[in-house]
């Protein structure tokens, strides 16, 4: 309570202290504690001390040999730090350990660590520093890891939590909430350790949560693996979150495991660039002011993978928005909503033409994309692969696929159930040089405000060889503006048990279904199976032109406007005709 500070120890040997109290000082420290002038490393150990509402640092640790504080108290010191230790003037690592303890309220940093060692905080909080960072653990300058337990750092003055290390960064169970961002814009969290030569990585596991920070919630720079799990993300100024681990000369995955939330940030909801695997599992990615997810890994050649069940709904840009050099993985998604503000974007747009050789995109379980101003875009260099897929009121095409891009052909397969209604242009557009199958198609109302708004138009016409076109299951193309159905290809067309009624109001000549594989060097038949309807369409109703045989069934065509079914194979070689078949009841 005097004008200088409460306890000064300055010892050439080992510091070992108890039960201390040193509050109020107006001249000074609450305690300094400082051996590094003994001529061998010794040790400062504290257990259960309060340095609270000092006029500078509440405590001042300075040692060459290992530091263990613990129910350690600095709050409310009005010059300076709550707790600032530090034994990194050392050749030989030494650790610093603190357990228990709380740094807050103070006039700048909560608490300042510098050591070439090992750095631990379990049960550490740093909470409402008025001129700097919760905490800065920086052991950069040494080899040893940094370990964060159950600690939080909260609505600080300039970023929650910085870690920088020259080894591993773990944390369990991390909370930042609420910090603001000064100048040189700290984040809830930065976690750094992309040092020249470093190759660990960064894991964060527990329930982690970084919300309502000025700048991004958490961020994460690697030359190592990052693997985080369970991270609530929420309503940050910039970013949920940011993980860049390609400054490493070596690719390194980036994962992230369980389930994590990523909603109403100012920026992208959480935004990855890597070299390496990206996994994602279960992620909520909504209501952010850009995109929900952006994952970008084309500098490497590995995968993007997202399993489980993810939603990106109602962000500002793009739901999910990946570009990558290998292969993308997702099962379940759903992106609703996306990129009504800025008027561009899809629900998911995924990008893998960067590959080397043919690597598939595949979307697995139940996909629904609605209300975007693009729904699903594909453009791959392999094979598509989705099923289940519902995109719908769009404004602009429902699903647009395309690997025409593929050095050899690669198929685009639709299995399952697949809906494209009322989308402002096609409902379904799909361009390969490869096979495409679809199975059970629905394509209504499509093409609201574009005359080219085709149910689903499908072309493989530029193939080096034919490959068919088939649709399988019951189709259904009702109500587009266009044609219902068209498809070109220099292969065979088969469709089993298609209806296509009312379609061709925005051309006045629009046709149900127009099958065409009569282009140049085309090979191969045209077959309609099963039961098949054409009915009060603004053209044709079944238009069929071909080089090969063309086999109907089932057919029924009823009012439309033009003829009820117009079948022509006259581009069949002169040489080798080709029959025209109409079995059942026509």
């Given at each position: 309570?005097g004008t200088?500070?409460?306890?000064?120890?300055?010892?050439?040997?080992?510091?070992?202290?108890?039960?201390?109290?040193a509050i109020g000082?107006?001249?000074?420290?609450?305690?300094?504690?400082?051996?590094t002038?003994?001529?061998t490393a010794?040790?400062?150990?504290?257990?259960?001390?309060?340095?609270?509402?000092?006029?500078?640092?509440?405590?001042?640790?300075?040692s060459?040999?290992?530091?263990?504080?613990?129910?350690v108290?600095?709050?409310s010191?009005?010059?300076?730090?709550?707790a600032?230790v530090?034994?990194?003037g050392?050749?030989?690592?030494v650790?610093?350990?603190?357990?228990?303890s709380a740094?807050?309220?103070n006039d700048?940093f909560?608490?300042q660590?510098?050591?070439?060692?090992a750095i631990?905080?379990?049960a550490?909080?740093?909470?409402?520093?008025?001129?700097?960072n919760?905490?800065?653990?920086?052991?950069?300058t040494?080899a040893?890891?940094?370990?964060i337990?159950?600690?939080?750092f909260?609505a600080?003055?300039?970023?929650?939590?910085a870690a920088?290390?020259h080894?591993?960064i773990?944390a369990?169970d991390?909370?930042?909430?609420?910090n603001?961002a000064?100048g040189?814009?700290?984040?809830?969290v930065?976690?750094?350790?992309s040092?020249?030569?470093?190759?660990?990585?960064?894991?964060?596991t527990?329930?982690?949560?970084?919300?309502d920070?000025?700048?991004?919630?958490?961020?994460?720079?690697s030359?190592?693996?990052v693997?985080?799990?369970?991270?609530?993300?929420?309503?940050?100024?910039d970013r949920?979150l940011?993980v860049?681990?390609?400054p490493?000369?070596?690719?390194?995955?980036?994962?992230?495991?369980?389930?994590?939330?990523f909603k109403?940030?100012?920026?992208?909801g959480?935004a990855?660039?890597?070299?390496?695997?990206?996994s994602?599992s279960?992620?909520?990615?909504n209501a952010?002011?850009?995109?929900g997810a952006a994952?970008?890994?084309?500098?490497?050649?590995?995968?993007?993978?997202?399993?489980?069940?993810s939603?990106f709904?109602?962000?500002?840009t793009?739901?999910?928005y990946?570009r990558?050099?290998?292969?993308i993985?997702?099962?379940?998604?759903?992106?609703n909503d996306d990129g009504?503000?800025?008027?561009?974007?899809?629900?998911?747009?995924l990008?893998?033409?960067?590959a080397?050789?043919?690597?598939?995109?595949?979307?697995?379980?139940v996909?629904?994309?609605?209300?975007?101003p693009g729904?699903?875009?594909?453009?791959?260099n392999?094979?598509?692969?989705?099923s289940?897929?519902?995109?719908?009121?769009?404004s602009?095409?429902?699903?647009?696929?395309?690997?025409?891009?593929?050095?050899s052909?690669?198929?685009?397969?639709l299995?399952g159930?697949?809906v494209f209604?009322d989308?402002y242009s096609s409902g379904?557009?799909?361009?390969?040089?490869g096979?495409?199958?679809i199975n059970?198609?629905?394509?209504?109302r499509?093409g609201?405000?574009?005359a080219?708004g085709?149910g689903?138009?499908?072309d493989?016409s530029?193939?080096a060889?034919?490959?068919p076109v088939?649709l399988?299951?019951?189709?259904?193309?009702?109500g587009n503006?266009?044609d219902?159905?068209?498809i070109?290809?220099r292969?065979a067309i088969?469709?089993?048990?298609?209806?296509?009624?009312?379609?061709?109001a925005?051309?006045?000549?629009g046709r149900?279904a127009?099958?065409?594989?009569?282009?140049a060097?085309?090979?191969g038949?045209v077959s309609l199976?099963g039961?098949n309807v054409?009915?009060?369409?603004d053209?044709?109703?079944l238009?069929?032109?071909?080089v090969g045989?063309?086999q109907v069934s089932n057919?029924t065509?009823?009012?439309?406007?033009?003829?009820?079914?117009v079948?022509?194979n006259?581009?069949?070689?002169a040489?080798?005709?080709?029959?025209?078949?109409?079995?059942g009841t026509?």
């Amino acid at each position: 309570d005097g004008t200088g500070s409460g306890l000064y120890v300055t010892s050439d040997g080992a510091i070992t202290l108890q039960d201390v109290v040193a509050i109020g000082n107006s001249g000074g420290f609450g305690a300094s504690l400082v051996n590094t002038t003994a001529a061998t490393a010794a040790k400062v150990t504290l257990t259960t001390g309060e340095f609270s509402d000092n006029s500078t640092y509440g405590l001042f640790v300075s040692s060459h040999g290992a530091i263990t504080l613990r129910e350690v108290t600095a709050e409310s010191n009005d010059g300076g730090y709550g707790a600032f230790v530090r034994n990194d003037g050392v050749t030989s690592p030494v650790a610093v350990s603190l357990t228990s303890s709380a740094f807050n309220g103070n006039d700048t940093f909560g608490l300042q660590v510098f050591s070439r060692g090992a750095i631990t905080l379990n049960a550490v909080e740093a909470i409402k520093n008025a001129g700097g960072n919760g905490a800065f653990l920086d052991n950069h300058t040494g080899a040893g890891a940094i370990s964060i337990t159950s600690s939080e750092f909260t609505a600080n003055f300039d970023g929650g939590l910085a870690a920088w290390s020259h080894g591993a960064i773990t944390a369990t169970d991390l909370t930042a909430v609420g910090n603001t961002a000064l100048g040189d814009g700290y984040n809830g969290v930065d976690l750094f350790n992309s040092y020249t030569g470093v190759t660990a990585g960064i894991t964060l596991t527990g329930i982690n949560i970084f919300t309502d920070n000025d700048a991004s919630g958490l961020v994460i720079t690697s030359n190592g693996a990052v693997k985080l799990a369970n991270v609530l993300a929420n309503a940050n100024e910039d970013r949920g979150l940011h993980v860049n681990n390609t400054p490493s000369d070596r690719a390194q995955p980036v994962t992230l495991s369980g389930s994590s939330t990523f909603k109403y940030n100012g920026g992208t909801g959480v935004a990855i660039d890597s070299d390496g695997k990206v996994s994602l599992s279960n992620i909520i990615a909504n209501a952010n002011g850009d995109a929900g997810a952006a994952i970008d890994n084309t500098t490497g050649t590995a995968d993007v993978v997202l399993t489980g069940a993810s939603t990106f709904n109602t962000n500002n840009t793009f739901g999910l928005y990946v570009r990558s050099a290998g292969a993308i993985k997702a099962s379940n998604l759903t992106a609703n909503d996306d990129g009504a503000l800025m008027g561009f974007g899809n629900g998911a747009y995924l990008n893998n033409t960067s590959a080397a050789s043919a690597r598939a995109v595949t979307l697995t379980g139940v996909n629904v994309f609605l209300r975007d101003p693009g729904g699903l875009h594909i453009t791959s260099n392999g094979a598509i692969s989705i099923s289940n897929l519902t995109a719908s009121d769009s404004s602009g095409v429902g699903a647009d696929l395309d690997n025409t891009t593929a050095v050899s052909a690669q198929k685009i397969t639709l299995s399952g159930t697949n809906v494209f209604d009322d989308n402002y242009s096609s409902g379904l557009a799909a361009r390969s040089d490869g096979a495409i199958t679809i199975n059970s198609l629905r394509a209504s109302r499509n093409g609201l405000l574009a005359a080219l708004g085709y149910g689903a138009d499908l072309d493989n016409s530029s193939a080096a060889t034919p490959q068919p076109v088939k649709l399988t299951g019951v189709s259904l193309v009702s109500g587009n503006n266009n044609d219902g159905l068209l498809i070109v290809s220099r292969g065979a067309i088969s469709v089993a048990s298609l209806t296509a009624t009312g379609n061709g109001a925005g051309t006045s000549s629009g046709r149900g279904a127009w099958l065409r594989n009569n282009v140049a060097d085309a090979a191969g038949a045209v077959s309609l199976s099963g039961t098949n309807v054409f009915s009060g369409n603004d053209g044709i109703g079944l238009y069929v032109q071909s080089v090969g045989a063309i086999q109907v069934s089932n057919a029924t065509a009823t009012s439309n406007e033009l003829q009820g079914i117009v079948l022509q194979n006259l581009d069949a070689p002169a040489a080798s005709p080709q029959n025209v078949t109409l079995t059942g009841t026509t």
